[in-house]
């Protein structure tokens, strides 16, 4: 199949790791685009669930989307009191539009296109330091046409009236003196037209019919309450939902009314007579947000369980459910030879990775609860992980047998083998640091000094030293013969989630939620320096093998990581990609390569001298994994190719058409083993042929047409355009 002058783009399909806050189709009915609490707005194909893109940009839950009329932008309003307006072929950020003092709930487009209404407010609790206005936006300049103030509490929905000439607003708090009314704008003037009145508790949704003469308006009181504009009356109440309603919306013929609920449930309504059409169940948790698509035939949720559905409104089926994908990844470490990484993760498993071919080698079972921290012993060996089920266990790397169990530890958060081999270090919710002999199991000593959890735990080269940090905002230095304090460093703002040994043992460095990084003196315990650029927390860091960089990564709406000199305190590159927090990064032992591990489950590798990335491993709750390159070529367990799509411009596809020419695991190993001699080109590749053309960027003085691993896989032969053939020694370059 040609696709003319368009490349395809390969990507993996994760759902949201949030909440999902809000959905809305586009006018023509063929994209879903869905906000969530994990700070993105991801755009949909209506007809398949398939995931077109994900924009990112929002530091704080998206708690609004909504389509402009043409389809070409959408608006998303967030708790980070900002509005974005982004481009839906391209999915860059056109405008960000900011004057809002609180969390934005609600923003909707006028019926011409021109303006964006944004409503704000403190959902929770009404105060003067809240925002509670409604603010008019200039789509084409980003300007703040007008502001309108009467609320009393926050300000949870906006909708515009089919003509333009009016705003719906409707408000309330949890607590406090909350309103609970809606309100009736004029937009030319500003100037309020009326106040309805009669919900007892916060209004949370309101909806214009597509006639304009009704008002549908949602409560936490448990109903539905229908107004007519012209005259304020209330015209019916529509009752039967246990819980608050979230939101509402009317079909676009105007004779039904769908609602969500924090009863889990989406309810159909007819509007001439108030009675209750159909419950559509299937979600698992509160749902947020309803729309009905152009058509009326089809509604979309979205919940708190993560999930988006798509129901058929004439049988209340599901016709689609895009999961959400869970949380998974926690710590990840590179083997002390570099072919492996382990990962912990949130479904209680270790996993093995094979770093030359991305594969997943072995998974390992026994944790009840989620995996906090993992690492490799010095011979490689074995594996430590501690876990939140009060554990440390010891696994055999070859076998996947578990060794050990050591218990007698609460909340184990930070495992780390001592240089040795001896011992094993784990810090704890519980305020401790506990040394384990490895041979036996047994508790050698505790250390006790923190006021708070412990974060994290580190051996200093010589064995000689731990160092720990803690949500007490300090890093302790202790020696491990005694069990004696060192000293104590204080000077982070905040808790320290990470600390580092220096490769000479003569610093250490420190991750704070505070934003920052900062070096330490081993002698004496001084601040040597503060490295700042992050902004969010710093939930990792490493020292490069040979002491000269320091990477970070970071959590918050930051989701970056940074690499440092030492020396100046310099920020030398940034790697952006991940769409979570940042959990955990490590260098390779020959320093070419930085690992990261995300929440979301993702890990990547990244080439540290041009600051790329390599690969990405993904891996699923049900089993199954995916790792893709850079350039879109991958390699999937037996069932792993289903979380795969490619978009060819605004079109999406499933991999299967494409799987002669992005499945290529051969391609996945060069990607891993000779990153660093060869770099991989599709400008030339026609569509219908898998024929990548491979250029040398080092050695050949022409292009590299093919390229071959020796049977010990020592050895990589490649032939080239300049009628040469080279031998290379992999364990060399």
């Not at 809002?100 to 009404?126: E, L, W």
Request: aromatic content about 12%; charged content about 20%; proline content about 2%.
């Amino acid at each position: 199949m040609s696709y003319g002058e368009a490349k395809p783009e390969i990507y993996v399909q994760m759902g949201h790791t949030g909440a999902v806050e809000s959905v809305a189709f586009s006018s023509d009915g063929k994209y879903i685009a869905s906000g969530s609490r994990d700070k993105t707005i991801k755009l949909w194909e209506a007809s398949t669930g398939k995931l077109m893109r994900t924009f990112e940009g929002h530091r704080s839950s998206v708690n609004s989307v909504f389509f402009s009329p043409d389809g070409k932008y959408i608006a998303s309003g967030s708790r980070d009191s900002t509005i974005k307006l982004w481009e839906v072929s391209t999915g860059k950020l056109v405008r960000t539009f900011e004057g809002h003092r609180s969390s934005v709930n609600s923003v909707c487009f006028s019926p011409d296109g021109n303006y964006i209404a944004s409503g704000s407010g403190n959902k929770n609790v009404a105060s003067e330091s809240s925002d509670r206005t409604i603010k008019l936006w200039e789509v084409s300049t980003g300007k703040l046409v007008r502001t309108f103030e009467g609320h009393r509490s926050s300000v949870n929905s906006v909708c515009f009236s089919p003509d333009g000439k009016y705003i719906a607003s409707g408000s309330g708090s949890v607590l406090g003196s909350s309103d609970n009314t809606i309100k009736l704008w004029e937009v030319s003037t500003g100037k309020l037209v009326r106040t309805f009145e009669g919900h007892e508790s916060v209004v949370t949704s309101v909806c214009f019919s597509s006639d304009g003469k009704w008002i549908v308006l949602g409560s936490s009181d448990n109903t539905i309450k229908l107004w007519e504009v012209s005259t304020g009356k209330l015209v019916r109440t529509f009752e039967g939902h246990k819980a608050a309603v979230n939101s509402v919306f009317f079909s676009p013929d105007g004779k039904y009314i769908a609602s969500g609920s924090f009863d889990n449930t989406i309810k159909l309504w007819e509007l001439s007579t108030g009675e209750l059409v159909r419950t559509f169940k299937g979600h698992k948790d509160v749902v947020n947000s309803v729309a009905f698509s152009p058509d009326g035939n089809y509604i979309a949720s979205g919940s708190w369980d993560k999930a988006i559905k798509l129901w058929e409104v004439s049988t209340g089926e599901v016709l689609w459910t895009v999961k959400g994908h869970e949380r998974w990844g926690t710590s990840v470490c590179f083997s002390p030879d570099g072919k492996y990484i382990a990962s912990g993760s949130f479904d209680n498993t270790i996993k093995l990775w094979e770093v030359s071919t991305g594969k997943l080698v072995r998974t390992f079972e026994g944790h009840e609860r989620w995996v906090t921290s993992v690492c490799f012993s010095l011979d490689g060996k074995y594996i430590a992980s501690g876990s939140d089920d009060d554990t440390i266990k010891l696994w055999e790397v070859s076998t996947g047998k578990l060794v050990r169990t050591f218990e007698g530890q609460h909340g184990v958060l930070s495992v780390c083998f001592s240089p040795g081999g001896k011992y094993i270090a784990s810090g704890s919710w519980y305020r401790t640091i506990k040394l384990w002999e490895v041979s036996t199991g047994k508790l050698v000593r505790t250390f006790e000094g923190h006021t708070d959890t412990v974060n994290s735990v580190a051996f200093s080269p010589d064995g000689n030293y731990i160092a720990s940090g803690s949500k007490d905002n300090t890093i302790k230095l202790w020696e491990v013969s005694t069990g004696k304090l060192v000293w104590t460093a204080k000077g982070h703002i905040d808790a320290v989630y990470s600390v580092c040994f220096s490769p000479d043992g003569n610093y250490i460095a420190s991750g704070s939620f505070d934003n920052t990084i900062k070096l330490w003196e081993l002698s004496t315990g001084e601040l040597v320096g503060t490295f700042e650029g992050h902004t969010g927390a710093v939930l990792s860091v490493c020292f490069s093998p040979d002491g000269k960089y320091i990477a970070s990564g970071s959590g918050s709406w930051d989701n970056t990581i940074k690499l440092w000199e030492v020396s100046t305190g310099k920020l030398v590159r940034t790697f952006e990609g991940h769409e979570d927090e940042v959990w955990s990064v490590a260098f390779s032992p020959d320093g070419k390569y930085i690992e990261s591990g995300s929440w979301n489950g993702t890990i990547r590798l990244w080439d540290v001298k041009s600051g790329k990335e390599v690969a990405q491993f993904i891996f699923f709750s049900d089993g199954e994994w995916v790792v893709i390159t850079s350039e879109g070529y991958y390699d999937a367990s037996a069932n792993g190719e289903k979380y795969i799509n490619v978009r060819v411009r605004n079109e999406v596809y499933g991999v299967e058409e494409y799987r002669d020419i992005f499945h290529r695991p051969d391609l996945v190993k060069y990607a891993f083993v000779i990153n660093f001699l060869v770099g991989l080109s599709v400008s030339n590749m026609t569509y219908g042929e898998a024929k990548p053309e491979i250029y040398l960027q080092m050695g050949h003085k022409a292009a590299v047409k093919s390229v071959a691993f020796s049977p010990d896989g020592n050895y990589i032969a490649s032939g080239s355009e300049d009628d040469t053939i080279k031998l290379w020694e992999v364990s060399t370059g």
